[in-house]
Structures are given as C-alpha cells and as structure tokens.
C-alpha cells in the first residue's frame, strides 16, 4: 500500500469528527434498529456518545483514534479502559475492551483494520492491560484472530432493559 497512512489519538477537540464516525459506525452495525428508532431516539444516541466521550477521553478511560489514508479519514477505532476485579489470570485487574474497528468500504482489504488494533492494543498494554477482549463481526473473525485473539467459552448476555 503506497498511500500515506496516518493514525491519530481523538481528542474532545475532534468531538464532530468522533461522533460523525460513532454514529456511521452504529448506523451499520444496527442497521435494521435503526429503521425502527425515530430521529429524536437517534439523536438522544448521539448525545449521549457526545457526554461519553466528554467524560471518558479526558480520565483517559477510552481512547479513540483515526486512520487517514492520503489524508482522507478511513476509518476509527476505541478501547475502553478500566478494571475488574483481580484474579490469577489478570493479577492487576486492568482490562482493555477493543471496539469500533471501521473502516470506510472504499479502505478495506489493505490492512487498515489491522493497523487500528495494533496501534489500540499498544496503548492497552501502555495502561497496563492484561486482558483486552472485544466482539466481532463475522467478517472481522479471522483477522482477529490473526492477531492473536482466541474464542471465549462461557460468556452470556443478559439485556437489562427489557
């Protein structure tokens, strides 16, 4: 890949271009949700992100991040930051939740994605992470895993809203 490739750590001053990506990336991974959500609903999601964002970058409890590729924004990433209670396979209790892997459809298959989860999984391991764990897309599986994440058993959901 010739192009120039820059990846930039987000901060609340970039707060259109983080959320004009948050709301891209919730757009296609709740595609079908949306349909269903009014604007108000959908805006209410955006203010939200807008508070989080607010919050969370500053205590560094999330950090957020842009590709550039030539200069054109490409795609995004995050991980959470925070801690769980310690025990013998993570003794200092930091854990790292990677997520928003995106990469605009005109960028993908050149190893953008790839670069986002090492530059994020560098500054887990700075916070001293010694869990990082995430979700995935069917189509991001494999790369994942190329990576060096592995499947966990015995993991459920509960949705506490309903």
Not at 1 to 26: A, G, Y
Not at 39 to 61: A, D, M, P, Q, V
């Amino acid at each position: 890949m010739d192009e120039n490739i820059v990846i930039k750590e987000l901060s609340t001053d970039d707060m259109d271009c983080l959320l004009e990506l948050r709301m891209e990336v919730l757009s296609h991974v709740f595609s079908e949700e949306k349909e269903s959500i009014s604007n108000h609903e959908w805006e209410k999601i955006r203010k939200e992100n807008e508070n989080y964002y607010s919050e969370e970058l500053e205590t560094r409890g999330h950090i957020a991040c842009a590709i550039y590729v030539d200069q054109k924004l490409a795609g995004c990433g995050g991980v959470c930051l925070y801690r769980e209670m310690p025990s013998p396979d993570n003794s200092s209790g930091n854990c790292a939740y990677l997520m928003n892997i995106y990469v605009r459809e005109a960028y993908r298959r050149k190893g953008l994605a790839k670069r986002l989860c090492e530059f994020l999984i560098q500054k887990a391991r700075e916070f001293g992470a010694e869990k990082i764990y995430l979700e995935s897309s069917d189509m991001a599986v494999n790369l994942y895993k190329n990576i060096g994440f592995t499947n966990m058993n015995g993991y459920m959901k509960f949705d506490a809203i309903k």
